[in-house]
Antibody, heavy 123, light 107 residues
Framework: QVQLQQSGPGLVKPSQTLSLTCVIS??????????WNWIRQSPSRGLEWLGR?????????DYAVSVKGRIIINPETSKNQFSLQMNSVTPEDTAVYYC?????????????WGQGTMVTVSS | DIQMTQSPSTLSASVGDRVTITCRASQSITTWLAWYQQKPGKAPKLLIY???NLESGVPSRFSGSGSGTEFALTISSLQSDDFATYYCQQYNIFPYNFGQGTKLDLK
């Protein structure tokens, strides 16, 4: 079955870059029937979709306006994973971050979630 | 952005009760709506997709309905495992916003 395994630091200093990785098993990052997303959750902002990467003959990205210009989501095909980089972080970016598969097959939904990584932005 | 409004924010119920949670979108999302269950310390779990389709392995006491801007999640007979927080999410138009959540607790 498809699984997503997240990794990355739990503490980031203000103004620095948050970096997380999501390793995919049971599917491929270059699948033509999936997109690979990052979603975060905090008490103040709730669940917030951040962006996605997907492959349809070439690579595409979409980002939420709220974080556009600060984040990059990159696929890494050799390792079958994708990553999130968010720069210039502030305490407002403190949240649990999830990597999530959007399946365009069956079910046609955000069906597989990583375990979550609690990231605290603090000096 | 499409705003998703859930009600109620908190719902107290007993085992065996029938409960309904509603979700309203600020504009039509046709049937591009999902429902998730989340327990403390865990990732959200997909229950319903495309408004009314039951995810594989989810008990049949869960059902979803609606289209356009009005949606509902119904649990026909609450079990002890169902006490959790429930979220709706639209995935029709970026950004794919979520509702604020409904906490279902034991009366």
């Amino acid at each position: 079955q498809v699984q997503l395994q997240q990794s990355g630091p739990g503490l980031v200093k203000p103004s620095q870059t948050l970096s997380l990785t999501c390793v995919i098993s049971g599917d491929t990052v270059s699948s033509n029937s999936a997109a690979w997303n990052w979603i975060r959750q905090s008490p103040s902002r709730g669940l917030e979709w951040l962006g996605r990467t997907y492959y349809r003959s070439k690579w595409y990205n979409d980002y939420a306006v709220s974080v556009k210009g600060r984040i990059i989501i990159n696929p890494e095909t050799s390792k079958n994973q994708f990553s999130l980089q968010m720069n210039s972080v502030t305490p407002e970016d403190t949240a649990v971050y999830y990597c999530v598969r959007r399946n365009f097959g069956d079910p046609d939904a955000f069906d597989i979630w990583g375990q979550g990584t609690m990231v605290t932005v603090s000096s | 952005d499409i705003q998703m409004t859930q009600s109620p924010s908190t719902l107290s119920a007993s085992v065996g009760d029938r409960v309904t949670i509603t979700c309203r979108a600020s504009q039509s999302i046709t049937t591009w709506l999902a429902w998730y269950q989340q327990k403390p310390g865990k990732a959200p779990k997909l229950l319903i997709y495309k408004a009314s389709n039951l995810e594989s392995g989810v008990p049949s006491r869960f059902s979803g309905s609606g289209s356009g801007t009005e949606f509902a999640l119904t649990i026909s007979s609450l079990q002890s495992d169902d006490f959790a927080t429930y979220y709706c999410q639209q995935y029709n138009i970026f950004p794919y916003n979520f509702g604020q959540g409904t906490k279902l607790d034991l009366k």
